[in-house]
């Protein structure tokens, strides 16, 4: 468990190297188009406008910017000044790669510093895909693309295609991609594994949309232990697998022709891969094919499944993504305000999952010295508000201490029970994505 002097440690370091990059010039300028972006006195700074976007904005645009300069009114800002005009132009200038940067080193921090959940010492992360409604805009369209949907392909309508690389025990994302609707999953994934920093003996789940010889080649390369479920007609060996009803085999996949440039990019002469096929029973009779790297027999079939099932966590941040985030809600008409509100509601949620770690494993604990109480879990939704109202008090007003002094008791008021033996999601019903005429452009 995370004593909570190491939690206020890392917790604390974490607030002010956020805080030191945000007011740093050296970070403006990487975060800055042009050099006379955020130069002038203004009342729309980089580091207010930075924060802004991270709002996770739910109303219109004006009431927004006055909601949150209301909460500066110590400061000299006037919100009668402060519009969406104003906004549109700041923002403009505005780079996204911040939002990705202050992510990828805040969740740098938690894996240096703080004592994270691992499976038999195996760090467990699962990819997978989604899709994300656009504005219609030109700007969009440009850089998207354009679908046709419906029964006469004549509604057009701009998506993107989105996929995250999610730690399904610690609940933080690694890295986030937003492309065209017509990119592939697996072309992001590619993308994704070299840009991550992996560490030894983690393990990456995935669905059956994604595996190919080529790409479970690549993982062994390097050095990825992977659990992937398969199609019933993915291959002959499964299809002969379920036939003869062996539930567990070692196997060998050779690497086709076409890919053989991949022993190239690896400078190696294997051209093998070696994994175990099992195939597990669902409750409800259903069986599953699993492909999987860990070979050694240790890991059981129980094992397995169970480790499967975890990926079901990705589910739920995309769940926390679309509906409690609202990310399909964007700020804005562009595809650089697309951009920034997707990456900084990533940003976001790192935050508020690396916030809420020390109360979700004395939450863990609490549950395991009394096995006959429902568990309970911390209520995302309501950590992620907490996480954005404290947004000014932390970075604007500058009140670390006081808001590290408070945030263990009020995230203790955001636990819930949890639901047993749920399987499914929720029947939710969909949100449609608001109309942007109150959006800014």
């Avoid at 645009?61 to 549109?88: H, M, P």
């Avoid at 003869?244 to 891969?273: M, R, W, Y």
């Avoid at 409750?283 to 599953?288: A, D, F, L, S, V």
Wanted: aromatic share 10%; with cysteine; proline share 3%.
């Amino acid at each position: 468990m995370c004593s909570k002097t190491n939690a206020q440690y890392y917790r604390g370091k974490l607030l002010k190297h956020i805080n030191k990059n945000l007011h740093e010039e050296d970070f403006k300028s990487r975060n800055t188009y042009g050099c006379t972006g955020f130069i002038r006195d203004r009342i729309l700074t980089f580091p207010i406008t930075f924060l802004f976007i991270t709002q996770l904005l739910q109303r219109s645009i004006q009431r927004e910017l006055n909601s949150f300069f209301g909460k500066i009114s110590d400061s000299d800002y006037s919100i009668q000044k402060v519009t969406k005009g104003a906004l549109t132009q700041a923002r403009a200038k505005l780079k996204y790669n911040g939002f990705i940067e202050l992510s990828d080193s805040s969740v740098e921090i938690f894996y240096t510093d703080a004592p994270y959940l691992a499976w038999d010492k195996h760090r467990v992360l699962a990819c997978d895909g989604s899709t994300l409604q656009l504005p219609n805009s030109k700007s969009i369209a440009e850089e998207f693309g354009v679908s046709e949907f419906g029964p006469k392909a004549d509604a057009k309508h701009s998506l993107a295609r989105i996929s995250l690389v999610y730690d399904v025990f610690n609940l933080v994302t690694l890295n986030a991609k937003i492309a065209p609707f017509k990119t592939h999953e697996t072309t992001l994934l590619k993308q994704q594994l070299t840009e991550i920093k992996f560490k030894e003996n983690d393990l990456l789940l995935l669905d059956r949309g994604y595996p190919s010889i080529a790409l479970l080649y690549e993982l062994q390369q390097r050095k990825l232990d992977f659990c992937v479920r398969l199609k019933d007609n993915w291959w002959n060996e499964v299809n002969q697998m379920l036939e003869s009803g062996q539930t567990d085999k070692l196997i060998t996949f050779t690497l086709p022709k076409k890919d053989l440039e991949l022993q190239a990019k690896f400078n190696t002469s294997h051209h093998t891969v070696s994994a175990r096929l099992v195939v597990i029973e669902l409750e409800n009779g259903i069986k599953e094919i699993l492909c999987t790297s860990l070979i050694d027999d240790s890991y059981t079939l129980e094992d397995l499944k169970w480790l499967y099932h975890k990926r079901w966590n990705i589910e739920e941040a995309y769940k926390l993504f679309k509906q409690r985030a609202n990310i399909e809600s964007f700020s804005g008409k562009t595809a650089l305000s697309v951009k920034q509100d997707f990456y900084a509601a990533i940003f976001m949620m790192n935050m508020c999952a690396i916030m809420s770690f020390p109360i979700e494993q004395k939450v863990r604990e609490q549950s395991k010295q009394n096995p006959h109480q429902h568990p309970k879990q911390i209520n995302r939704t309501n950590a992620l508000a907490l996480m954005n109202e404290s947004i000014v008090g932390v970075f604007v007003k500058k009140k670390i201490k006081n808001f590290l002094k408070t945030l263990d008791h009020i995230l203790h008021k955001t636990i819930e029970i949890v639901r047993p033996n749920r399987k499914e999601p929720r029947n939710h019903k969909i949100k449609k994505p608001k109309p942007m005429n109150y959006k800014i452009l």
